[in-house]
């Protein structure tokens, strides 16, 4: 039996995913809904909020953005999670994350499992496929799956954190610290109706989050590449910090940046995995 926890913007969601919930799931379900149309929740609260109303021990968190195409999508969620070394259940996410404040696609190699689309853009929807679960560091908070049991443990940061950037990689790494494995997994299609933005608030999250995990950073679910540190960070952070400081836009061109560098990390830690090999 799984608790569907969302934050909505408005005081509920719609009609069409809730009708798009209950033909797909395929178990008894509860639908958790913390309404946020006054803005006086934070990402982190309203999930916190809705762990504590949760009656069922499979909590789902997902946007509502979202759109499922699997049917008896719930059946398969609860034997993912029967799996007691399994923390966190995703559908896109990351191998690693660098010692470096960028967003966690951009770590590459990374898997996806998802339909993307852009409704309000109307741009042409890309479908992401996998034929196996794959073990990763990290999965993107539009979709993911836990045992409530697991928040005895764990918790979303609600007093290091405030908004809606980060929650998802940071509970990734209070689940993966405790031993518990993360997967994204291959055998559920959502639609992800959106994309995400990055913006001046991302850049206030980013810094919050690498400075918490800086001693875990690099880390990767990759056995062959061990921690290292990554090269030109430190040149991309204190242009962010700049930004952040005088309260300038984050410009293409400064985005471009972070992601030249994410570039150049993943071929310094392909070298290593090739030196690894030889």
Known sequence: MISIIICSKSKDISEQL??????????????????????????????????????????????????????????????????????????????????VPAPWFK?????????????????????????????????????FCSRKNIFKEVGFDEKTFTGFHFYDLDISMQIYERGYSIRVISDITVEHCSGG?????????????????????????????????????????????YHKKNHVPVSKEVRNIGWRVLKLNYLTAYLLYIAKML
């Open 107 to 143: 770590a590459k190699p990374h898997v996806k499992n998802l339909i993307q689309s852009n409704r309000e853009k109307n741009k042409p929807s890309k479908r992401y496929t996998i034929v196996e679960d794959k073990d990763v560091i990290c999965v993107d908070g539009f979709w």
């Open 18 to 99: 809730k009708s798009n919930i209950e033909v797909t799931i395929g178990v008894q379900y509860e639908l958790i809904v913390i309404d946020n149309s006054k803005q006086d929740y934070s990402i982190f609260s309203a999930y916190n909020e809705g762990i504590r109303r949760a009656s069922f021990d499979c909590l789902c968190f997902m946007h509502e953005d979202i759109w499922y195409h699997s049917k008896e999508w719930g059946k398969k969620v609860l034997t993912h999670l029967a799996k007691t070394e399994t923390g966190l259940i995703g559908l896109a996410g990351a191998y690693y994350l660098p010692a």
């Open 197 to 241: 933005t990055l913006n001046s608030q991302w850049i206030d999250s980013a810094y919050i989050f690498y400075n918490k995990w800086e001693k875990q950073l690099m880390i990767n679910a990759f056995p062959a590449l061990k921690k290292k540190p990554f090269v030109n960070t430190k040149a991309y952070r204190d242009l962010l910090y």
